[in-house]
């Protein structure tokens, strides 16, 4: 960001002349600046900015106020990202691997040899190909996952994909990280996945809305990115909030930046625990004959069903508010009174997707349905419930128009093979075994290639040293990258990828406003060697003889036109693509009755009508299909299920005191932006922070800012004490996403034996080092990311962080 | 999904009995009119399986089974996809309650023994518009309703308009578990 000295140098002999007009040499140096600096308009998930080039060199970042309504400072450090120092400069490839001694066991600790491009791509199409002849397409598994890479319509895992599927396909990803478990539920309980859904506008919260019970779900924190472009405009609707008037109550862990700005009545509930609540709630609602009656008959099927249930009639127990108390350490009289607001006051539950990310996370999101209909505000204005708010905006009113798409996988796959997600290792480790999955069986296959595009798995997945360790045991491990990341460091050969700020994309906004649709373009010449996603696979594609079946023969510049002619700009409004590209940005308006929108309004006024898409049309507090699956951790309805670890378990409390939990980063979007200097704004010492209540500091003896160990069987990793009375007693949270780097890169254990990678610590303070990879339940095998005991110790000795430095590169 | 509907026919050479269809199978090729005896006719959309009872040169009869509620005919008790719409006057033969059997003569061009020819543009229709995010799942992985509600999230992100959101589900829901073809999983 800062001009070189070669810049004043130049500027200074080009600008001699014009000193004498403007009459200062400051003046005329900065009038000569201004006018070789261009402004190239391009967008992020951070939000739409303005890159200003000079010399082709980013030195500022500014936002497109008219579309960010209120920016975040991380998108000020997507210039750093890209010059960054971490950036994959050249093709390169394992010392071992490329001497043909494979070693995948010093994956992650050996040098890199820089190669030519023809080189490295040889090189992956023979993996690919002594794969195929070893295991069929079977073998190779494409653990290029998320669209999260950035908001274009060139998507690496996209582009992952469809070279796959040219050359026959590959082992691929089922469901999510993000929603594994709610989104499996959901579809068959309330017919609709809800958490991806519109969301009631902020404008029949704002009216109607007496309490907003943040169930876990931080409104503020997790729409400062957004899976698309984010505009923020959700900020000034929260002010709204504010000034209506609505009481917020927050039932969580943390006391959240939500919270704190909508100064919420806190319920610290204990980790684990909440369908515990929920349940007590059910039965005071029942028992004091409050609920909705005419709702549950009108509305819902199978109530009769799992009242036995809840009464204890089928186990004994019954779900009463006292036996609550038990569970989530919330005082029973707490949780009548709570149900009592509730089901008193226009009340809006706010769910969130962490509470999801737990063993048996399959019965939040149903128990929030189930609740909600026993308070029978579903389909009323402000009322009910929501699973999206704290997502893209949730709550923007939408404009009914076609922003843009994104390049398709295309067809060709003939695996048919496909893991749920958060399975990565169990695939790797377990060939030839069995997985339930929503009543069905997959077999894991023998996997021997993997290739990741625009992602991190070691970072999204949960027990990092299990997938090291897996890792290790593949033939071949390729990555896609700009960055340096944990991921790359790990692989046998990495291609280095252009950023969007290297190439031309097109991006629409937002999920659910649909309101805008960006040119992101070229900002400045691709670094170093790097190439193009697409260029890079339509040269893997070439190698298969798919080049042309992979590009069709188009340049990147005829597929964003293709691209654009399906947006309402196109079609509707008649703005060519040449005036876009000029404009830069396109803007729909949104009508007015978008603001009036009410989920689930319609079911309401009409259920027959307006049926949902479940057996019974109605919502299914009890699913035969579900029960029919015959599984021992997940039945025909909402249950209680004790968590492998929480803090309810005595003896493992013994051993691991504190609950740990992972909420989404406040300065990243996952792992992105960690390798750059924003991250100075919240770092401790160069290592993510853990928060830690008072009172749990002084019994561990640690004291704010300094390092600490934080460990269990699975790992352990160095973190960054900040002491908060923001959490909850015997509760510690680290932010997801930090890079991985082990503090012994030689250390870890080897196939040839050797230490247990285990006790190799993590210096970054990377969560998932910590986290396991147990899976919600059998029927939708998701993440259980925040069920996760550990405990805190000194760190002792430490060496630097060396997480975003490259690795030694031979010949570069 | 060409892979799909590939194995599917390979699986019912060899299972047969565990699909609706029969190995003599034929499928309404693209949306087409069938002519009955008395001249009147019906409306017929793809993907509809249809039994041939007689070869008449560039014609053929066929049969067509469903549940009839008022002049729609639906594959299903619970109407969840469409097979006809009935002009007022063909003869409709009713078997038990609503279980209907159409009988009539249409273009041999119109039906097809062949999936792939009958699904392939939506096929390829499917994952253009449905991979962008994502892989996109196995269509025969869901049910007809399961489909609907998973669709009724995904289509906005999409972008589709109201014509290919219900040819992409019609494809979806035809080719579901429970959908024309039913296979075990």
Redesign the interface.
């Known amino acids: 960001m800062n001009n070189s000295r070669r810049d004043f140098l130049k500027v200074g002999a080009a600008t001699s002349a014009a000193i004498v007009g403007s009459g200062t040499v400051t003046g005329a140096f900065a009038n000569e600046f201004a006018k070789r600096t261009t402004k190239i308009p391009s967008a992020s998930h951070f939000g739409a900015f303005y890159a200003h080039v000079r010399d082709n060199k980013i030195v500022d970042i500014t936002s497109q106020l008219d579309s960010d309504a209120n920016p975040t400072v991380m998108v000020k450090a997507l210039a750093d990202r890209n010059s960054s120092n971490s950036r994959v400069k050249y093709p390169v490839v394992r010392k071992s691997y490329l001497e043909g001694k494979g070693r995948g066991d010093l994956r992650g600790k050996e040098e890199f040899v820089r190669v030519s491009w023809d080189t490295a791509i040889d090189l992956v199409a023979k993996a690919i190909k002594k794969a195929q002849d070893k295991g069929g397409n079977e073998a190779l598994y ?1 653990a290029s996952y ?2 999260w890479a950035h908001p274009g ?1 060139f ?1 690496p ?2 582009l992952a ?1 469809r070279f796959f599927n040219q050359i026959g ?1 590959a082992v ?3 469901g ?1 990280y993000s929603n594994g478990a709610a989104g499996q539920v959901n ?2 309980v309330v ?8 969301q009631t506008a902020h404008e029949q919260i704002i009216e109607n809305t007496e309490v907003m019970v943040l169930w876990g779900a931080d409104l503020y924190k997790t729409n400062r990115a957004g899976y698309s472009v984010h505009n923020h405009r959700c900020f000034d609707a929260y002010e709204e909030y504010k000034k209506a008037g609505i009481k917020v109550i927050s039932i969580d862990p943390i006391y959240t930046t939500s919270a704190q700005e909508f100064k919420a009545d806190w319920i610290k509930i204990r980790p684990g625990s909440d369908v515990a609540l929920m349940l007590g709630m059910m039965n005071y609602l029942y028992k004091t004959g409050k609920y909705d009656k005419k709702f549950i008959e009108k509305y819902t099927y199978g109530f009769d069903r799992f009242l036995p249930y809840l009464l204890g009639k089928e186990d004994g127990i019954e779900k009463t508010p006292q036996w609550a108390e038990k569970l989530t350490e919330i005082p029973a009289k707490t949780i009548e009174k709570l149900a009592d607001i509730m089901v008193s006051k226009r009340t809006f539950i706010a769910g969130n997707w962490a509470m999801q990310r737990a063993h048996h996370g399959e019965q939040v999101d149903w128990s929030i349905i189930t609740l909600a209909s026993m308070i029978g505000q579903v389909g009323l204005p402000g009322g009910g419930f929501g699973f999206s708010m704290h997502y893209e905006g949730g709550g923007d009113a ?1 404009s009914g128009k ?13 695996v ?1 093979i ?1 893991i749920p997600a958060s399975r990565m290792s169990d695939l790797i480790n377990k060939p030839g075994e069995n997985v339930t999955y929503k009543g ?1 069986v997959i077999k894991y296959p023998k996997v021997e290639f993997m290739l990741s595009a625009g992602g991190s798995p070691i970072g999204h997945q949960p027990n990092v040293n299990e997938l090291i360790e897996a890792m290790r045991k593949l033939d071949t491990v390729v990555v896609v990258e700009p960055w340096w990341t944990p991921t790359a460091k790990m692989a046998d050969i990495v291609l280095p990828a252009t950023t969007t700020m290297e190439r031309d994309d097109v991006a ?1 906004a937002m ?1 659910y406003s ?1 309101d805008r649709i960006y040119a992101m373009k070229k900002i400045v010449d691709p670094r170093y060697e790097s190439k193009d996603d697409y260029e890079i696979f339509t040269m893997l594609a070439d190698k298969f003889g798919k080049a042309r079946r992979y590009s069709r023969g188009r340049t990147v510049k005829q597929w964003l036109e293709r691209l654009y002619k ?2 309402t700009a196109k079609r509707d409004m008649g703005i060519s693509f040449d005036k876009f590209w000029d404009m830069g940005v396109i803007k729909y308006d949104i009508p007015t009755s978008a603001r009036k929108f009410v989920r689930h309004e319609a079911f309401r006024k009409d259920p027959i009508n307006n049926a949902l ?3 019974t049309g109605k919502i299914q507090i009890f699913s035969e299909k579900f029960a029919s699956y015959g599984y021992e951790d997940f039945k025909g309805h909402v249950m209680w299920f004790e968590p492998a670890e929480w803090l309810g378990n005595e003896e493992l409390v013994k051993k691991y005191p504190l609950h740990l939990v992972s909420p989404h980063p406040t300065y990243r979007i996952h792992s992105q932006l960690d390798n750059t200097w924003v991250q100075n704004v919240h770092k401790v010492q160069g290592r993510e922070p853990i928060r830690i209540s008072p009172n749990d500091a002084k019994k561990f003896g640690v004291k704010d800012g300094e390092i600490v160990e934080v460990f269990n069987d699975r790992g352990s990793l160095l973190a960054g004490v900040v002491v908060t009375n923001t959490i909850r007693d015997g509760v510690v949270a680290i932010e997801e996403g930090a890079w991985y780097s082990p503090e012994d890169a030689q250390a870890g254990e080897s196939i040839f034996g050797g230490n247990d990678q285990r006790k190799v610590r993590c210096n970054s303070g990377q969560v998932n080092v910590l986290t396991s990879s147990r899976p919600t339940s059998a029927m939708a095998q998701a993440t259980t990311a925040n069920t996760v005991l550990v405990s805190i110790k000194k760190a002792g000795t430490v060496s630097p962080n060396v997480a975003y430095n490259p690795p030694k590169i031979i010949g570069a | 999904m060409k892979t799909i509907i590939r194995n599917t026919i390979i699986l019912l050479a060899l299972l047969g009995s565990l699909f609706q269809v029969n190995a003599s199978q034929n499928f309404i090729y693209q949306d087409s009119v069938l002519k009955g005896d008395n001249g009147k006719t019906a409306k017929i959309f793809v993907g509809v399986p249809v039994t041939i009872k007689k070869e008449m040169g560039k014609n053929v009869k066929v049969s067509i089974k469903g549940y009839m509620f008022g002049d729609e005919v639906y594959s299903s008790k619970t109407k969840e996809l469409l097979v006809a719409k009935v002009q007022k006057g063909f003869n409709v033969n009713k078997t038990e309650k609503n279980e209907v059997e159409l009988i009539g003569t249409l273009s041999k061009e119109l039906t097809s023994s062949d999936l792939l020819d009958v699904w392939g543009e939506h096929e390829e229709f499917y994952f253009e518009m449905c991979t962008q995010c994502h892989a996109g799942p196995e269509v025969n992985h869901h049910t007809m309703m399961e489909w609907e509600a998973v669709f009724g999230t995904m289509r906005g992100f999409a972008k589709l308009d109201e014509e290919e959101a219900s040819y992409l589900l019609r494809y979806l829901k035809a080719n579901a578990s429970d959908g024309f073809i039913k296979v075990k999983h």
Not at chain 1, 191 to 198: F, K, L, Q
Not at chain 1, 402 to 414: A, E, H, L, R
């Open positions: 494409n998320g669209g319509a998507k895992n996209a994909g396909g691929r990803t089922s999510e579809p068959s017919g609709d996945m809800e958490v991806y859904s519109i939408n076609n922003t843009i798409g994104g390049m398709s996988q295309g067809g060709g796959d003939k048919r496909a069905k629409g999920s649909a399906r947006s898409k479940t057996e």
